[in-house]
C-alpha cells in the first residue's frame, strides 16, 4: 500500500513558476513510476508528466513540454513537478499517481493504482 501527500500548490501570475511535491509513504516507492495529472473544472482527467522507477525516463504531454519538469528523489521517497512559464490554462487541481510496473509510464489515469488527494494550482492572467 502507497500513500500519496502532495503540496506546493497555489495562486502565482502568468509566467510564474511552482514546484510541486509529492510525498510517498511505503519502502517500495523506489520501484513504482510516478505520474502527475490534472484535471480542470469540467474536463477530463489528464496526463501532465511522468517518471520511471529509476529517474532515467520522463515522459510529458505535449501542452507542459518544455516548462514542466518532473523528477523523483528516492532516498526522500518524494516525486516533484517544477512548472514555469505558468499559463492560465494550467489552472487545475494537479494530482499525483503510482503504479507498480515501475518500467512503465501510462497516461491514461485507470491505469494507475494509487493517488494522492491533489493539490489546487490557479495560474491568473
Known amino acids: 500500500q502507497v500513500q500519496l501527500v502532495e503540496s506546493g500548490g497555489g495562486l502565482v501570475q502568468a509566467g510564474g513558476s511552482l514546484r510541486l511535491s509529492c510525498a510517498a509513504s511505503g519502502r517500495i516507492f523506489s520501484t513504482y513510476a510516478m505520474g502527475w495529472f490534472r484535471q480542470a473544472p469540467g474536463k477530463e482527467r489528464e496526463f501532465v508528466a511522468g517518471i520511471k522507477w529509476s529517474g532515467g525516463n520522463t515522459y510529458y504531454a505535449d501542452s507542459v513540454k518544455g516548462r514542466f519538469t518532473i523528477s523523483r528523489d528516492n532516498a526522500k521517497n518524494t516525486v516533484y513537478l517544477q512548472m514555469n512559464s505558468l499559463k492560465p490554462e494550467d489552472t487545475a487541481v494537479y494530482y499525483c499517481?503510482?503504479?507498480?510496473?515501475?518500467?512503465?509510464?501510462?497516461?491514461?489515469?485507470?491505469?494507475?493504482?494509487?493517488w494522492g488527494q491533489g493539490t489546487q494550482v490557479t495560474v491568473s492572467s
Open positions: 499517481a503510482a503504479v507498480r510496473r515501475g518500467y512503465l509510464v501510462p497516461t491514461r489515469y485507470f491505469d494507475y493504482d494509487y
